[in-house]
């Protein structure tokens, strides 16, 4: 394969492109150099950065269809080798599981500090299982009885909890919940206190963890169980009466379900929203999700418990990134999770996490990612949808094609590579439609035409002026915008980066279009 990246004049452009198209979420990303551009052709995947550090991934040069695992940190240097089976970021430590069947070589325990890697020193007989939650990780080893138990350590290795639970959870907010060898659960504190009352069946998973001064808790009542919630002490400021309870979001809010009906309640368990929707959900910080029967979901302002129109939707879902989820007749739209309006009507296959601003998306035959207003910055013509594509830690699109060839994208969509390829195109494709994008090397960059989504029935599908013109206003910048790039090309036609910024603006034209259309 021929890869290279494109000179330092042309990579110094296309990055302050894509930071002035992505300023807002810049925060989430370290900084692009040429020397960390070049780390995308060095690794099969770079994660999203989880503070200092980001997972990263490559071929197994002994086994090819395995891949090993290890962490880079902002700037680009591999302090954890790509040697692993796999490795888990959490909070400035990482849990590192070995490449062997052996299960008697132990897990590591790396702590990242001031810009250095450690590994911390855990005692002959233990095994690391978590990261560090306030300042302790999950331990397994053999109690006193010779049983395989549960403890905690310190970023120092010391065993501060010794190993004599059944199973424990991660700690949160000074709290962790864990089951007893007796079969009971219950909460402890990082001095190994038990601070809560047993209960009979809790769990280790986030679910159970201590969430916004909150933790859910239940008991067993009759042929089922009842749901509240314990406080920092442990004390059950909720009782246990509810058939099912969401978690607390910052709003301090929760969803509670009684005799099939759902409703809110606040931290101290008064009922603020009235126990009488057939579905509810908290979806966003400011948005409320909920059913009155009639079959659609809508949505509501959470202060002042406003409706933004008439519910219209399948599914609700908060995905995270200020991204809200909105299902209809099968196909996936987004709703913004700060005011309620429609970013995209429901016109997608399947999304993904979104990050940093930006979220996966398939439609059809093309895989590519959207930012926070719905815009498509990238589509391309591949339905491997998990595997083909990716956003990196350093904020670039990455996508391999079925031979193997690697492109890099910028926030605009621009190239940001030159490795002697056209950019793919529908008409690359077997079967796929659209029009060539022409071009090569690092003055082609076709980005491809759209293909136009299927009208959704109902709902998002119906006439919306407002909506209708917003698309145009949009488009109209575009243009102007296009006509600009247009003209600053005629003084300089040999200008790759304004032949990448001018396909950039013609995706957006197409984007605008389709949307007109729907919105017609």
Not at 126 to 151: A, H, I, M, Q, R
Not at 240 to 248: A, K, M, R
Not at 475 to 493: V, W
Request: hydrophobic share 30%; proline share 6%; charged share 25%.
């Amino acid at each position: 394969m021929k890869h290279s990246i494109i000179t330092l004049a042309t990579f110094a452009c296309c990055v302050l492109v894509a930071a002035g198209c992505g300023s807002r979420h810049s925060d989430a990303f370290a900084e692009l150099t040429p020397y960390t551009l070049s780390l995308h052709l060095k690794y099969e995947h770079i994660a999203p950065f989880q503070g200092d550090l980001a997972e990263v991934s490559m071929s197994d040069p002994n086994d090819p269809g395995n891949s090993l695992y290890g962490c880079i940190d902002r700037e680009g240097r591999e302090v954890v080798p790509c040697i692993y089976d796999r490795v888990y970021v959490h909070e400035g430590s990482v849990i590192a599981y070995p490449n062997t069947d052996d299960s008697d070589v132990p897990n590591q325990l790396f702590v990242y500090r001031d810009g250095e890697i450690s590994r911390v020193p855990i005692p002959e007989g233990y095994k690391p299982w978590g990261g560090l939650y306030d300042g302790l990780c999950e331990v397994t080893g053999f109690d006193d009885e010779g049983d395989w138990s549960s403890g905690y350590v310190n970023d120092k290795g010391e065993v501060v909890i010794p190993c004599r639970y059944k199973s424990a959870g991660d700690f949160s907010e000074g709290l962790a919940c864990v089951e007893d060898k007796d079969g009971s659960w219950y909460y402890i504190n990082t001095q190994g206190q038990q601070v809560s009352r047993k209960y009979d069946w809790l769990g280790s998973g986030h679910e159970y963890s201590l969430q916004r001064g909150r933790a859910r808790v239940r008991r067993e009542v009759g042929d089922g169980w009842l749901y509240g919630f314990i406080d920092e002490t442990g004390a059950e400021v909720v009782p246990c009466q509810y058939d099912e309870v969401g978690l607390y979001w910052s709003c301090g809010l929760a969803e509670v379900k009684r005799d099939g009906l759902y409703g809110l309640i606040d931290r101290d368990g008064n009922v603020v929203v009235p126990i009488e929707y057939k579905h509810m959900n908290i979806c966003s910080l400011h948005l409320l999700a909920y059913s009155d029967g009639g079959g659609y979901m809508g949505l509501m302002h959470l202060e002042g418990l406003e409706p933004i129109g008439l519910p219209r939707y399948g599914d609700v879902e908060y995905i995270g990134d200020g991204f809200v989820r909105v299902g209809q007749n099968g196909k996936i739209g987004f709703v913004d999770g700060e005011d309620g309006h429609e970013l995209v009507p429901p016109i997608y296959d399947r999304v993904y996490h979104p990050y940093g601003g930006y979220l996966r998306v398939l439609r059809g035959n093309m895989v590519g990612y959207i930012d926070r207003e719905g815009r498509e910055v990238l589509m391309l013509p591949d339905s491997g949808f998990l595997l083909n594509i990716y956003h990196s830690g350093f904020g670039v699109f990455v996508y391999r094609d079925k031979q193997g060839n690697i492109f890099l994208f910028g926030h605009d969509g621009e190239r940001l590579d030159d490795n002697g390829l056209p950019t793919p195109t529908l008409a690359q494709t077997p079967g796929g439609r659209g029009r060539s994008g022409g071009g090569s090397g690092g003055g082609g960059i076709a980005t491809p035409a759209p293909a136009l989504p299927p009208m959704p029935s109902g709902g998002s599908g119906t006439s919306d002026p407002a909506r209708r013109a917003e698309w145009e206003m949009r488009r109209s910048r575009a243009i102007d915008e296009l006509t600009r790039l247009q003209i600053k090309l005629a003084a300089d036609p040999n200008s790759a980066a304004l032949k990448q910024q001018i396909r950039s603006q013609q995706n957006i034209i197409n984007t605008c279009n389709e949307m007109i259309a729907i919105y017609q």
